[in-house]
């Protein structure tokens, strides 16, 4: 049996003691008796975490740097986020983590499961309802990989009791996982899949995988858009002071509303009600509050989902409409496809390719949703151009009705951005609106 073993203790775990811990396996079946080989693997140990391979394979580096980027994350989460080890700790085992080797086409190369995540992923294991951590061996030197995942660890601590991994709550599992991890180290590659949330805005903002309309397509840019909304948390975080611990506390047992109820109720549903629109805005406007190299990266990486899945190219709706300065109707309804769900927007775009004009708009906003609801309204104007680019709120009279007018140079481009911000959390209701424009004179 080859086993290797290495000290738990370590001066750079600040502040932080280990208490005695056993190993215990219970993945690693290579022979197919169902048990675990020990014999077939290696592990190395660091503060609460162990680390197991097949040992045919030279893992030691990857070892190395993934327990080490996991005892930061220990640190980080229990020192300074007011999070708990996971309960492996308490029962006086390590925390296992797996790497796990994918053959080039998918196939089976180790002693552990071949339906294991191919990037990595936080489970329970159906034996002991352990939680466990594996990751795929190309991903050991990404730290934003161990991260997002080393976070899950924390969250499993805290998650018993409060938020759980499915329905209308499962995007904020994720898009903390990946906020986190943006938190941790910002790159290039930060928001990465920040693309996914202007091509389809009228998407409810707890929208994830398998909680969406059943016409909904089942591609890239509708199931994994939950790892996008980092954006959301981020934005949050830095450009309206919400306090970071607002969102890992939201993981503390005995909080039992869903995240997107608890975002409104902790940072208060007026305050919510108006950071939406401008980030809602700052996205039409170019995704303004991330890096140019950034905003970059994610354009490319729509380029290659579209090329990987080339059905991506029949779902962008950045715009409900575009009209231009010649020819516009009095009044325009979204049609049902795109109407706004729940904590969603849509993006009407009139392009001024006459003179220098005066651009106005009504809004009158459907009483009820499509359920039955009581529907809110909030809105606001950006205007893009070779001059200048500003924001404007719109003047709303009560949660259903806003007006307003701007002033447009030629060549330039006005947005109306529509946004739904019900009192209601979960499903995919939507708010019907109808939105009037005109043009008057410039001089008015």
Not at 147 to 167: C, K, L, N, S
Not at 183 to 202: C, G, I, Q, W
Request: hydrophobic share 35%; net charge negative; aromatic share 14%.
């Amino acid at each position: 049996m080859r086993v290797g073993f290495r000290s738990t203790r370590t001066a750079w775990l600040v502040g932080l003691g280990v208490p005695p811990l056993k190993l215990r396996l219970a993945f690693g079946d290579g022979d197919g008796d169902g048990v675990p080989d020990l014999h077939m693997m290696e592990a190395r140990t660091l503060g609460i975490f162990a680390v197991w391979w097949d040992n045919k394979f030279d893992c030691e580096g990857e070892a190395e740097n993934v327990l080490r980027k996991l005892n930061e994350v220990r640190e980080d989460c229990v020192a300074n986020r007011g999070m708990r080890d996971p309960p492996t700790v308490d029962e006086g085992y390590y925390f296992n983590v797996y790497i796990h080797h994918v053959g080039r086409h998918g196939g089976k190369e180790d002693v552990f499961s071949d339906d294991w995540c191919a990037g990595g992923h936080v489970g329970t294991n159906p034996a002991t309802r352990a939680p466990y951590m594996a990751i795929r061996r190309k991903n050991c030197f990404n730290d934003a990989v161990i991260f997002h995942e080393g976070f899950h660890v924390y969250q499993y601590a805290r998650r018993v009791g409060t938020i759980p991994y499915a329905g209308d709550s499962r995007w904020f599992i994720e898009a903390t996982a990946s906020w986190y991890s943006l938190d941790k180290e910002m790159t290039v590659d930060s928001f990465r899949l920040a693309y996914m949330l202007t091509e389809n805005p009228h998407l409810a903002l707890w929208h994830s995988k398998g909680n969406g309309k059943p016409e909904d397509p089942k591609i890239r840019k509708f199931e994994t858009r939950q790892y996008a909304m980092e954006s959301f948390l981020y934005f949050l975080c830095e450009y309206c002071n919400v306090p970071k611990s607002l969102i890992t506390e939201s993981f503390y047992p005995g909080i039992s509303m869903s995240p997107q109820q608890y975002l409104f109720t902790e940072i208060g549903g007026d305050r919510l009600r108006d950071i939406f629109p401008l980030w809602a805005a700052c996205n039409t406007d170019g995704i303004s509050y991330i890096e140019r190299d950034q905003f970059e990266r994610t354009m490319r990486q729509l380029e290659n989902a579209e090329r990987f899945e080339p059905e991506n190219t029949r779902y962008r709706n950045p715009y409900v409409a575009t009209f231009h300065c010649g020819w516009f109707p009095e009044s325009f309804r979204p049609e049902p496809a795109l109407t706004p769900r729940g904590w969603s927007y849509n993006v009407v775009r009139f392009v001024n390719d006459g003179p220098r004009t005066v651009f106005s708009f009504e809004l009158r906003g459907d009483e009820r949703g499509s359920k039955g609801g009581p529907s809110h309204f909030v809105g606001r104007v950006l205007v893009t151009g070779a001059e200048e680019s500003f924001h404007m709120v719109m003047d709303m009279d009560g949660p259903l009705n806003g007006s307003g007018f701007v002033e447009v140079a030629a060549g330039d481009v006005a947005y109306v951005i529509v946004a739904a911000v019900p009192g209601h959390f979960s499903g995919n209701q939507t708010y019907g609106y109808e939105l009037s424009m005109g043009v008057k004179d410039p001089w008015w």
